[in-house]
């Protein structure tokens, strides 16, 4: 008996628990920020490669984990190419829509094919590029998976083939179809989730992901009727008051937004949590805590400040954000960090992660 109290109290010691902190401060990201937008604006854009490697530096060097910070190792130059290759995308979305109305919907068709390749890529060069005590992430997702995780029964591709052939001759049909990828959406996240955190990997293991579409359906589903409480009280506030009074009208608005608010914080801080809580790497594991109300104030408080400072005060809420997060995430391992390993590094195109920013195609973790 003595024996299995020794063994278990071994496994104790073994497993060890390190608290993310983020170090960051307002005041330094202050200029890191106003020079960004300074020379951006000045540059007509081509200074935000630049831009955006300073931020994800000291975003980076600033999260620490058990004494050592991560590390971000992409440079300016492909940034900068994938940035105009996305550009140049959305000018022909853009030109399209006004000069040739008829092409928009095989332009769409395009994107469509390319919405895979840009999501693996994306997460790719992430991977790539961000680093732990001199180790890289790794992605090992190509193509046919992401298509496979994406477009999972088809749904977006017959939507886009039936808008070309203007299949749609009954709105009724676009409403079930829409109701049918409401009721889907969070098997959707889930396997899309799946895809980007089973083909990530950390000094040659990779990670698992447990977190099943049921489980973002609860979260969903709450959100749903938050939003919908918010809904009933605006309705029977309208009907007590019987006026139409612009400043009474606008008061009555408010609760809209006030449950709108909420069911995002919830969404956002529950998302989070199981993201994280069903993620892990060999003998890592995470624990995030993240609180709906909490992360609400967080938002409110960081609205207002940026309201009321012209946003001058954005800097403040970012690092607000970003502290609060990391400060309710740990990271649990049992034993130490032998069983990871160096894995070769080699040059990951940026082309993709800015072709997803500038269509703002973002699942990443």
């Not at 190509?142 to 808008?163: K, Q």
């Amino acid at each position: 008996m003595s024996a299995g109290l020794t063994d278990a109290g071994q496994a104790s010691l073994d497993k060890q628990e390190f608290q993310i902190k983020f170090a960051g401060e307002a005041r330094e990201y202050f200029r890191i920020w106003v020079v960004n937008l300074c020379l951006t604006l000045l540059t007509i854009g081509v200074f935000s490669a630049w831009a955006k490697v300073r931020k994800q530096r000291y975003f980076y060097s600033h999260t620490i984990i058990d004494g050592t910070p991560l590390q971000y190792g992409a440079q300016p130059l492909p940034i900068l190419k994938g940035r105009l290759f996305a550009a140049a995308l959305f000018l022909i979305y853009y030109a399209a829509q006004y000069v040739a109305p008829d092409i928009v919907p095989y332009v769409i068709a395009a994107l469509v094919v390319l919405v895979p390749w840009v999501v693996a890529r994306s997460a790719a060069f992430r991977a790539r590029y961000t680093g732990f005590r001199n180790m890289t992430l790794s992605f090992h997702g190509g193509y046919a998976s992401a298509v496979e995780a994406i477009y999972w029964l088809g749904g977006i591709p017959f939507l886009v083939v039936g808008t070309m052939f203007e299949w749609w001759g009954d709105n009724r049909i676009l409403g079930v179809a829409g109701m049918v990828a409401g009721l889907l959406f969070p098997w959707w996240i889930a396997r899309v989730r799946r895809f980007l955190i089973t083909n990530t990997s950390f000094g040659g293991c990779r990670a698992s992901f447990s977190a099943t579409g049921w489980q973002y359906f609860k979260i969903y589903f709450v959100s749903g009727l938050i939003i919908a409480a918010g809904g009933v009280v605006t309705t029977l506030g309208f009907m007590l008051l019987r006026t139409s009074s612009e400043t009474l009208l606008v008061a009555l608005v408010v609760p809209i937004y006030f449950f709108y608010a909420v069911a995002y914080a919830y969404v956002r801080a529950n998302t989070g949590n199981l993201m994280w809580n069903s993620s892990t790497f060999d003998n890592v594991s995470f624990r995030s805590t993240l609180k709906t109300w909490k992360l609400f104030a967080l938002y409110l408080t960081n609205a207002i400040g940026i309201l009321v400072s012209l946003g001058l005060l954005i800097p403040w809420a970012v690092i607000r954000t970003m502290r609060y997060r990391a400060e309710n995430i740990a990271v649990s391992m049992e034993g130490e960090l032998l069983n990871f390993r160096g894995s070769p590094s080699s040059s990951i195109s940026a082309t993709g992660s800015e072709v997803g920013e500038m269509f703002e195609l973002e699942f990443s973790l």
